[in-house]
């Protein structure tokens, strides 16, 4: 990983906003800057230096995974340890991501620091490291590109288990275990199984409700490797299907691959939404079609970009973002066909190649 390229990538962010040091506490953010991934941990960016602050818990690991950062152990929460080092370091500006740091959180750095400099050290920026995050280099698309095939590979797995009178409980049990024998350090969110008439829930947890002999069963599911989160949501329908919910599948399939083809650098991710809602809207079905088309991915499950409606930033090379428009029509059935895509200079490419043809078990 190229940690000084993008510790490069934020200062001159913060020097093209008139700041003298940058203050970075969410923890996903001081893994991407420095490599270091322990609990409690701030990261200092000014003229030109790092300074990673933790605690004794973590003196081998922040030696190991932060190299090229200075590491101070302190006691203290290393938010107020970081708060307190900026002080004295005699900065004018320090930013801090106001779209994380709760008012509670904030209130306590401002009381880490001495009262003459209260009002005006800590400038509120709009998500620094989350806008640089959602281009990925070269290390992260690799990371990311694994974690989607292994992702594929379960589902691919699953389709030989998948069976009417199993529990979804069952189906989440059984694909976690299997994730973890492959490798995956974790799910990337709590696994998605919705069945028969539960399939009309867009986040339908894996319930104790038994596969329907006839019925969708949506699987939404992801693995963690090596910090980085692959997303993919496949609906299989288990015996003889009713002819609307053979409707429905063809043309939430045709929005999701409608929305995939218009992926491209330049377009809007507005533009992206709309070409798998007015697919939806052409079937009557756009009112069942209840969230946004897509998010990015990588160190979290949804980073920037988001892909909704009106949204008038363009995509470019590098980001990976999630395709995944669904029609749930409560009662009676729902489904969501979701890939993962990453933006190329020339387009796009599926990073998620599982079959997403109609499959009947
Ligand atoms: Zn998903
Ligand atoms: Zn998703």
Same mark, same amino acid.
């Given at each position: 990983?190229?940690?000084?390229?993008?510790?490069?990538?934020?200062?001159?962010?913060?020097? #093209?906003?008139?700041?003298?040091?940058?203050?970075?506490?969410?923890? +996903?953010?001081? #893994?991407?800057?420095?490599?270091?991934?322990?609990?409690? !941990?701030?990261?200092?960016? *000014?003229?030109?230096?790092?300074?990673?602050? *933790?605690? %004794?818990?973590?003196?081998?690991?922040?030696? /190991? /995974?932060? %190299?090229? *950062?200075?590491?101070?152990?302190?006691?203290?929460?290393?938010?107020?340890?970081?708060?307190?080092?900026?002080?004295?370091?005699?900065?004018?500006?320090?930013?801090?991501? !106001?779209?994380? @740091? @709760?008012?509670?959180?904030?209130?306590?750095?401002?009381?880490?620091?001495?009262?003459?400099?209260?009002? #005006?050290?800590?400038?509120?920026?709009?998500?620094?490291?989350?806008?640089?995050?959602?281009?990925?280099?070269?290390?992260?698309?690799?990371?990311?590109?694994?974690?989607?095939?292994?992702?594929?590979? &379960?589902?691919?797995?699953?389709?030989?288990?998948?069976? +009417?009178?199993?529990?979804?409980?069952?189906?989440?049990?059984? &694909?976690?275990?299997?994730?973890?024998?492959?490798?995956?350090?974790?799910?990337?969110?709590?696994?998605?199984?919705?069945?028969?008439?539960?399939?009309?829930?867009?986040?339908?947890?894996?319930?104790?409700?038994?596969? +329907?002999?006839?019925?969708?069963? @949506?699987?939404?599911?992801?693995?963690?490797?090596?910090?980085?989160?692959?997303?993919?949501? #496949?609906?299989?329908? =288990? %015996?003889?299907?009713?002819?609307?919910?053979?409707? $429905?599948?063809?043309?939430? =399939?045709?929005?999701?691959?409608?929305? $995939?083809?218009? $992926?491209?650098?330049?377009?809007?991710?507005?533009?992206?939404? /709309?070409?798998?809602?007015?697919?939806?809207?052409?079937?009557?079905?756009?009112?069942?079609?209840?969230?946004?088309?897509?998010?990015?991915?990588?160190?979290?499950?949804? /980073?920037?970009?988001?892909?909704?409606?009106?949204? *008038?930033?363009?995509?470019? +090379?590098?980001?990976?973002?999630?395709?995944?428009? %669904?029609?749930?029509?409560?009662?009676?059935?729902?489904?969501?066909?979701?890939?993962? $895509?990453?933006?190329?200079?020339?387009?796009?490419?599926?990073?998620?190649?599982?079959?997403?043809?109609?499959?009947?078990?």
């Amino acid at each position: 990983m190229n940690y000084k390229a993008r510790k490069r990538a934020a200062s001159q962010w913060m020097k #093209r906003s008139g700041l003298d040091a940058l203050l970075i506490t969410h923890l +996903p953010d001081v #893994r991407y800057l420095c490599g270091f991934t322990g609990s409690n !941990a701030a990261l200092v960016l *000014t003229g030109g230096k790092s300074v990673l602050f *933790t605690d %004794g818990r973590y003196i081998q690991q922040a030696k /190991e /995974e932060a %190299g090229g *950062t200075k590491v101070v152990i302190e006691k203290k929460s290393a938010v107020t340890a970081a708060c307190e080092w900026v002080a004295d370091s005699g900065v004018a500006s320090c930013g801090f991501d !106001a779209s994380i @740091t @709760t008012v509670a959180a904030l209130e306590g750095m401002r009381k880490a620091i001495p009262a003459k400099v209260r009002r #005006r050290l800590f400038v509120a920026s709009d998500a620094p490291v989350a806008t640089l995050r959602q281009v990925k280099d070269e290390d992260e698309i690799q990371k990311l590109r694994q974690a989607a095939k292994l992702g594929c590979s &379960l589902f691919d797995g699953m389709l030989e288990y998948l069976r +009417p009178g199993l529990t979804e409980i069952d189906v989440a049990a059984t &694909l976690e275990y299997r994730a973890r024998q492959a490798g995956a350090e974790a799910m990337s969110f709590e696994t998605i199984v919705a069945s028969g008439p539960r399939s009309a829930m867009p986040h339908g947890r894996a319930s104790t409700a038994k596969l +329907p002999r006839r019925g969708f069963v @949506t699987l939404d599911f992801g693995v963690v490797l090596d910090g980085y989160m692959s997303d993919m949501t #496949r609906t299989v329908h =288990l %015996g003889k299907a009713q002819p609307e919910e053979r409707d $429905v599948y063809d043309a939430v =399939l045709e929005a999701q691959e409608a929305a $995939v083809a218009a $992926v491209a650098p330049g377009v809007s991710a507005g533009e992206i939404d /709309e070409a798998a809602r007015s697919v939806l809207r052409r079937a009557g079905l756009d009112r069942w079609f209840t969230h946004s088309t897509g998010h990015g991915v990588g160190l979290e499950i949804h /980073e920037l970009p988001r892909l909704a409606a009106k949204q *008038t930033q363009k995509l470019e +090379p590098g980001m990976v973002i999630t395709i995944e428009p %669904g029609v749930y029509m409560p009662g009676k059935f729902g489904l969501r066909i979701e890939d993962m $895509v990453l933006v190329t200079s020339e387009g796009h490419e599926i990073l998620t190649p599982s079959v997403k043809a109609w499959i009947e078990l």
